[in-house]
């Protein structure tokens, strides 16, 4: 990575002694103080995806998302780093599994932090159009779909409503922070905009579809895959308990689809991931059984 042209030079920090709470996909966390984390990104994510992350956490506080407060870009050990405010946090994935009590805390707090998110509007073009990734995501599927499923993927995509509601785009544990015992976002890189099924499609990957295929997704995210499960499961009734059946049943079918498109797309995408060939068989089965006639 090169730093940003035209900057001043970046303060450099050290992490001895510094305790890592948590590590996603693309970085690490640790905290340095009291009230101080650093999210230190991996040498693969560029400076611009950084300076990018950084200005929408700043633009998600401003629009009073629970999220850290960000500061300066640091540079520690040859990798690069964003300073948060963050009092007394630790990791989302302990918490939980430390007791059911926790869990379920976690799950309430979850789905109402995501209201909060969903309760905020986004002018038209100020974010990208999930509707117009999910596009994307059902034309990669082309090579492993018959093209009658893949219209019928489509039709589905045209049935989900147009929206300007915040989505955060990638709602799991490993983006979740707790500080003084509440939840907070530290990970705004995927903030985008369109219907909630996009959140619940992402939701739906991360603690069921993943996890059963391949126990270590769930490991990935700090726990296990009944924990795992009873995320999705407690998640969906907390956020669908007022919808008829039909629309619970249709929502639900709906965030399965798309999710497990979105996750053909990404396994296309990337090569040498682990299970690859595993993971796009279960989804192009699971589209397919989505479709079958009883599910009609």
């Not at 008829?244 to 689809?257: F, G, H, I, P």
């Amino acid at each position: 990575m090169t730093e940003s042209r035209n900057e001043k030079p970046l303060r450099e920090i050290s992490l001895e002694g510094a305790q890592k709470i948590g590590q996603g996909a693309h970085a690490e966390v640790f905290r340095i103080a009291e009230d101080t984390v650093v999210k230190v990104y991996f040498p693969t994510v560029s400076m611009e995806a950084i300076e990018r992350e950084k200005a929408l956490s700043k633009w998600a506080f401003v629009k009073c998302i629970p999220t850290a407060i960000s500061y300066d870009i640091v540079r520690t050990g040859g990798r690069y780093g964003v300073v948060y405010e963050l009092l007394n946090a630790r990791s989302a994935s302990d918490y939980v599994m430390e007791s059911a009590e926790n869990l379920e805390d976690f799950v309430e707090k979850s789905v109402a932090m995501m209201r909060q998110i969903h309760g905020i509007r986004v002018q038209p073009g100020e974010l990208p159009d999930m509707r117009e990734k999910a596009k994307g995501w059902i034309g990669r599927c082309g090579q492993y779909l018959p093209d009658e499923i893949c219209g019928r993927l489509l039709h589905m995509l045209e049935t989900v409503p147009e929206s300007h509601t915040l989505l955060h785009g990638d709602y799991h544990l490993k983006n979740i922070m707790i500080s003084e015992g509440e939840l907070m976002l530290i990970d705004m890189d995927t903030l985008s905009a369109g219907d909630p099924v996009f959140e619940l499609s992402t939701i739906f990957n991360s603690y069921r579809q993943f996890p059963s295929i391949a126990p270590e997704a769930a490991a990935f995210l700090g726990i296990d895959v009944p924990t795992a499960f009873r995320i999705w499961d407690r998640t969906l009734e907390l956020s669908l308990k007022d919808a008829d059946e039909k629309t619970r049943s249709d929502t639900v079918q709906k965030a399965m689809l798309l999710g497990c498109a979105r996750i053909i797309d990404y396994m296309d995408r990337t090569p040498g991931l682990p299970n690859r060939e595993l993971v796009i068989s279960r989804c192009v089965r699971d589209i397919l059984s989505g479709f079958s006639p009883e599910k009609r």
